[in-house]
């Protein structure tokens, strides 16, 4: 399973950050070093569970 | 002084976790001259260093760095105790929002873009950089298998 971190930013300079394919705490790891050099973190959601991946980010809207 | 205030929610992180992936929503913060510099590079855009801003009439203010638009007033920005910079200009008339977005929406957009590929750089992985339909832009980076 390949690990990816994906990016979105909208065009109002709002981050959000998905990582994808990693195992519980490592997950917070691999994003932390973005989390840090981009700015104050918002707020995280919890993916229950990495198959509904597809589902969540067909609702995960940003700016517009 | 209009600097970008922020407003940090405090996160749980739980120790035990089944999750295999998380969402993060980050409200970009300049804190990178470099990166900053690509992104007025790709504007088009000139930052120059210890510098006047352009506002109405003959007004200037003075920036640790400065943006200089194309139209009559520019953008000044100071770093502020913790770290990160202010951005302060003459919002009249709109002339500033026309080209960097409002609320410096495009300029942060495109700051936080080439930090965080920047930054991907440094872990030696690759980034991939599409543009959506809504307007955002979308980074892939691949963090090994």
């Given at each position: 399973m390949p690990k990816t971190i994906e990016i979105?930013?909208?065009?109002?300079?709002?981050?959000s950050i998905d990582a994808v394919g990693f195992k519980g705490a490592d997950c917070e790891k691999a994003t932390a070093y973005l989390e840090q050099a981009l700015g104050v973190v918002g707020k995280k959601l919890k993916k229950p569970e990495y198959t509904q991946r597809t589902k969540h980010q067909a609702t995960q809207k940003v700016g517009g | 002084m209009a600097a970008q205030k922020c407003r940090l929610m405090l996160c749980s992180q739980p120790k035990k976790e089944n999750t295999m992936s998380h969402f993060t929503t980050i409200k970009t913060q300049i804190k990178d001259i470099q990166a900053l510099r690509s992104a007025c590079t790709e504007m088009g855009l000139s930052l120059v260093q210890d510098a006047q801003a352009r506002g109405y009439y003959e007004n200037k203010t003075k920036g640790d760095y400065v943006i200089k638009l194309k139209g009559p007033y520019d953008i000044a920005l100071n770093k502020q105790p913790d770290g990160?910079?202010?951005?302060?200009?003459?919002?009249?008339?709109g002339y500033v929002e026309k080209e960097v977005g409002k609320n410096y929406g495009k300029l942060m957009q495109l700051y936080a873009v080439h930090k965080a590929i920047q930054e991907a750089r440094k872990k030696g992985h690759l980034t991939r950089r599409?543009?959506?339909?809504?307007?955002?832009?979308?980074?892939?980076?691949?963090?090994?298998v």
């Open positions: 979105i930013v909208s065009p109002a300079g709002e981050v | 990160s910079f202010g951005i302060t200009s003459d919002l009249w008339e599409s543009q959506q339909h809504d307007g955002s832009i979308k980074l892939v980076i691949a963090a090994g």
